[in-house]
């Protein structure tokens, strides 16, 4: 959707601290665009909200803005009612189009930050603004996390056999350039839009598999069963009803089963599976030209 030359345009941008809105600041910069960075402190406080957008005048209002741990709190704050505030500000502004960075997990919505995510999308859609919904896969950063178990020779860990779950990680730059690239594309007003980075879809072993060889080490593997966080999550809940903590690290239980039992990728309606083939692709960054840099320290 990335024009060789866009027009122009204002825009303000929710949630540019973080590691995918950093990265949309970049390509709207390097894309000539008027770029108003909204502070996240602004979107506690209505008023000052408005004195930002009203000084911004933005044609187009971009969030990339994501609770930072899930839970349910924190989920409603950030996902569901800074993003609220955010539209109507949009819309008093004179905005033209609001594009949403969401999460391709809300498909199947078992947990807090997703039910919040999808509240949030149902506003959008069913306002007068025009808009454009995103649900990437996974992160490369997200992806990453072991890297530096493998640099040390300690092995990789999977649930059960590492094959349970698969996605199409996409980079930080090619999704920047996906969203950016929305903004004067006719064909993504009004949609939900899926997107994945270059294929084929890869499993957790796969990825460990990538990272020994990209270390130049042997592969080694240690699997643990996703019923521990099933257990974990039971236990905690019994004192959620007299706790906040209890409830909190439930929630986190939960997510964590998530993670390492539901594949990130498009769900076949029909089906109900998750299908790789569904599934659009992007860009032409790799996992494995990002676990190069990472190991080499870039």
Same mark, same amino acid.
């Given at each position: 959707m990335t024009?060789?030359?866009? #027009?122009?345009?204002?825009?303000?941008?929710?949630?540019?601290?973080? #590691?995918?809105?950093? /990265?949309?600041?970049?390509?709207?910069?390097a894309?000539?665009?008027t770029? #108003?960075?909204?502070?996240?402190? /602004?979107?506690?406080?209505?008023?000052?909200?408005?004195?930002?957008m009203?000084?911004?005048?933005?044609?187009?209002?971009?969030?990339?803005?994501?609770?930072?741990? %899930?839970?349910?709190?924190?989920?409603? /704050?950030?996902?569901?009612?800074?993003?609220?505030?955010?539209?109507?500000?949009?819309v008093?502004?004179?905005?033209?189009?609001?594009?949403?960075? @969401?999460?391709?997990?809300?498909?199947k919505?078992?947990?807090? &930050?997703?039910?919040?995510?999808?509240?949030f999308?149902?506003?959008?859609? /069913?306002?007068?603004? %025009?808009? #454009?919904i995103?649900?990437?896969?996974?992160?490369?950063?997200s992806?990453?996390?072991?890297?530096?178990?493998?640099?040390? %020779?300690?092995p990789?860990?999977?649930?059960?056999?590492?094959?349970?779950?698969?996605?199409?990680?996409? @980079?930080?730059?090619?999704?920047?350039?996906?969203?950016?690239?929305?903004?004067?594309?006719?064909?993504?007003? %009004?949609k939900?839009?899926?997107?994945?980075?270059p294929?084929?879809?890869?499993?957790?072993?796969?990825?460990?598999?990538?990272? &020994?060889?990209?270390?130049g080490?042997?592969?080694?593997?240690? @699997?643990?069963?996703?019923?521990?966080? *099933?257990?974990?999550?039971?236990?905690?809940?019994?004192?959620?009803?007299?706790?906040?903590?209890f409830a909190e690290?439930?929630e986190?239980?939960?997510?964590?089963?998530?993670?390492?039992?539901?594949?990130?990728?498009?769900r076949?309606?029909?089906?109900?599976?998750? @299908?790789a083939?569904?599934?659009?692709?992007?860009?032409?960054? *790799?996992?494995?030209?990002?676990y190069?840099?990472?190991l080499?320290?870039?």
């Amino acid at each position: 959707m990335t024009k060789a030359n866009p #027009t122009p345009r204002r825009v303000a941008l929710a949630g540019a601290s973080g #590691t995918i809105g950093a /990265a949309v600041l970049r390509r709207l910069e390097a894309e000539g665009h008027t770029v #108003t960075a909204v502070p996240r402190a /602004a979107l506690a406080d209505p008023d000052a909200l408005a004195e930002v957008m009203d000084g911004a005048q933005p044609e187009v209002v971009i969030s990339c803005i994501a609770s930072r741990s %899930g839970a349910p709190r924190d989920a409603q /704050a950030v996902d569901y009612e800074a993003n609220v505030d955010l539209l109507a500000a949009a819309v008093a502004a004179g905005a033209g189009h609001f594009i949403l960075l @969401s999460a391709i997990c809300v498909q199947k919505p078992l947990l807090a &930050f997703q039910r919040a995510k999808l509240a949030f999308e149902a506003e959008l859609t /069913a306002s007068a603004m %025009g808009y #454009t919904i995103i649900r990437p896969t996974a992160f490369f950063k997200s992806l990453s996390g072991q890297a530096k178990r493998v640099a040390a %020779g300690k092995p990789f860990l999977i649930f059960g056999d590492g094959a349970l779950t698969r996605c199409k990680p996409i @980079s930080d730059d090619d999704l920047a350039r996906f969203i950016v690239g929305c903004i004067d594309a006719p064909e993504a007003r %009004g949609k939900v839009l899926p997107i994945g980075g270059p294929g084929p879809a890869i499993t957790l072993k796969e990825q460990g598999e990538l990272l &020994f060889r990209v270390a130049g080490k042997p592969a080694r593997f240690k @699997s643990v069963s996703p019923r521990i966080f *099933t257990l974990a999550e039971r236990l905690l809940a019994l004192g959620a009803p007299f706790s906040g903590w209890f409830a909190e690290k439930a929630e986190y239980a939960r997510i964590a089963r998530y993670y390492a039992t539901e594949s990130m990728l498009v769900r076949d309606s029909a089906t109900g599976e998750y @299908s790789a083939e569904l599934t659009p692709e992007f860009g032409s960054e *790799t996992l494995e030209s990002h676990y190069r840099r990472l190991l080499e320290g870039g």
